[in-house]
């Protein structure tokens, strides 16, 4: 088990990753909140309620796709993130689409600098598995939301994870949880370090109610068509598993 600091190779990895990540996603993803891989969306889901006027904060905005998706819809949204190349991203997106978005690198670890602010919806997309301490998150932005307030969500499913998608047999236990560090060598020759952190999903269910915050809903979306997120995801696999699990919590 790496004793290091995950937080540090996970923004050393998206710094460098960046540009290639957000070339590979769809700028569809600006007109919706997209869920994850073939992980369907808010016009489908109805997962948000009404989001005019609402304060939302995004966790791991990336491009920030998604708080401009929201943007559109007139919410008030702030995306932070670990990495700055995500956030220039975000920036430039943003202005690029003539909506007005708060973007702020900063990570997870550091969220409670946003207090006093309070805000009605806290949304993550396909972020938290990079979350080093989702104990410590969980109750910061319970501390962050408003009396009612929800927060929505997504992951990859963490059985989606344990199957290998070359022959469809399951490479690893789903009892080894914690933090996954994969070496890649890339086209330049450059050596990276991917990491993430598997969960089971009773550890999540768990983390959520220690943190005081009501769990309203899990959901297992699968739509067939996927042009957004595409790479990667093997048709054969994601016919069996949906790679994308969300959960609903509300204070
Ligand atoms: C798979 S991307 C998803 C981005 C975006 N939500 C989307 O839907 O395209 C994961 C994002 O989480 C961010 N991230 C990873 N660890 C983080 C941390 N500790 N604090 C804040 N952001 C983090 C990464 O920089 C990356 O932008």
Not at 125 to 154: E, H, P, W
Request: aromatic share 10%; proline share 3%; charged share 30%.
């Amino acid at each position: 088990m790496y004793k290091g600091n995950g937080e540090k190779i996970i923004k050393e990895w998206w710094d460098s990753a960046s540009e290639y990540y957000q070339k590979e996603i769809s700028a569809d993803k600006m007109i919706d909140v997209e869920y994850g891989p073939f992980g369907s969306n808010e016009e489908k889901l109805k997962l948000l309620g009404k989001i005019s006027n609402k304060k939302v904060l995004e966790l791991g905005c990336g491009g920030g796709q998604v708080s401009i998706a929201l943007a559109k819809k007139r919410a008030i949204c702030t995306g932070i993130d670990i990495s700055y190349k995500q956030i220039e991203f975000a920036r430039k997106n943003a202005k690029g689409e003539g909506v007005n978005v708060e973007f702020i690198e900063l990570p997870f670890s550091n969220i409670d600098k946003l207090k006093p602010r309070k805000f009605n919806v806290v949304i993550s997309i396909m972020a938290l598995q990079y979350c080093t301490n989702l104990n410590a998150l969980l109750k910061n932005v319970r501390n962050l939301l408003v009396k009612n307030g929800i927060l929505v969500f997504s992951i990859e499913h963490p059985f989606y994870l344990l199957i290998d998608p070359k022959d469809m047999k399951i490479k690893e236990s789903y009892f080894n949880s914690g933090l996954k560090i994969k070496k890649e060598k890339w086209p330049d020759k450059s050596t990276h370090y991917f990491a993430y952190y598997e969960r089971k999903i009773s550890d999540i269910v768990n983390l959520i109610m220690d943190s005081g915050l009501k769990l309203e809903r899990i959901i297992e979306p699968f739509d067939t068509q996927d042009k957004i997120w595409g790479i990667g995801y093997r048709r054969a696999l994601v016919n069996k598993i949906a790679p994308t699990i969300i959960f609903k919590c509300r204070k």
